[in-house]
């Protein structure tokens, strides 16, 4: 159960964070969601034009497997909303500096510089809501859960 449910937050949560980026440039037009879906500089990989679906499906993986990681460290002991967030403001720890590696090992793709403050701030707006939404969701399907038995 651990398993499909952190499928499920994952997924959620990173379907939000894309569209929510993609919303974002397309206001904004600072190149986030481009740098989110950027696999150019992986060997292998970044040599193939993949369609914007195939990358999406890459960020998802990730997503999925955050989610997971989550919803294992969640279950190990009943925690409160709070403990919740923290856990996932920790496991967000590696997001603002995704950001600047990701721009700086861009070969090809138009991505924001590690400069732009404004595209830093897109970013971390969006992974912000990110982090919050994995207790969100979690707490949520476990009151789903919880009314369902």
């Not at 969701?137 to 859960?145: G, M």
């Amino acid at each position: 159960m651990k398993l499909l449910k952190g499928i499920w937050i994952g997924f959620w949560s990173g379907l939000i964070l894309g569209l929510l980026l993609k919303w974002i440039q397309s206001v904004t037009g600072e190149q986030v969601y481009t740098l989110l879906l950027n696999v150019d500089f992986i060997p292998l990989i970044g040599d193939v034009q993949w369609s914007e679906i195939t990358e999406f499906i890459f960020h998802m993986s990730i997503s999925l497997f955050i989610g997971v990681v989550f919803v294992y460290l969640a279950k190990r002991r009943n925690y409160s909303f709070g403990q919740l967030v923290i856990i996932s403001l920790l496991l967000s720890i590696p997001f603002p500096f995704l950001y600047f590696l990701l721009s700086w090992l861009a070969v090809e793709a138009d991505v924001p510089a590690p400069t732009d403050l404004g595209a830093f701030l897109y970013w971390m707006f969006a992974h912000l809501t990110y982090a919050l939404l994995l207790p969100i969701l979690y707490k949520t399907f476990e009151r789903k859960n919880a009314v369902s038995q």
